[in-house]
């Protein structure tokens, strides 16, 4: 059991920035990856950004050039610093945390979740 949860998150006004925090209880799995995704009502679920244990990364279309996500291995946290905030960045912002190297059938068990925070991005 991994417990997942997300801080940093508030009102903004357009052009500004944020920072997200994921921080992860202590985990023995060697190999997983920890992302970032976002939750506009009505719409799918939508990746921000990911990085894995050996610092593989990767973003969304949407987020390229303006988000960037980092760890510090220490805290067992995982950064989103969001700049240049448009409102269509509104949404809640979800963390995830996931096992890597299990068989299809098994990943529902090791893939968890936090409570999200929201971010909105108004004048």
């Known amino acids: 059991q991994v417990q997942v949860a997300e801080s940093g998150g508030g009102l903004v006004q357009p052009g500004g920035s944020l920072r997200l925090a994921c921080t992860y209880s202590?985990?023995?799995?060697?190999?997983?990856?920890v992302s970032w995704y976002r939750q506009i009502p009505g719409k799918q679920r939508e990746l921000a950004a990911a990085?894995?244990?050996?610092?593989?990364?990767s973003y969304g279309d949407s987020v390229k050039g303006r988000f960037t996500i980092s760890r510090d291995n220490a805290a067992n946290t995982v950064y989103l610093q969001m700049n240049n905030l448009r409102p269509e960045d509104t949404a809640v912002y979800l963390c995830?945390?996931?096992?890597?190297?299990?068989?299809?059938?098994?990943?529902?068990?090791?893939?968890?979740w936090g409570q999200g925070t929201q971010v909105t991005v108004s004048s």
């Open positions: 995830n945390f996931k096992r890597l190297g299990v068989p299809p059938s098994l990943q529902s068990t090791f893939n968890w």
């Open positions: 202590r985990t023995v799995f060697s190999q997983y990856v």
């Open positions: 990085i894995s244990h050996d610092s593989r990364i």
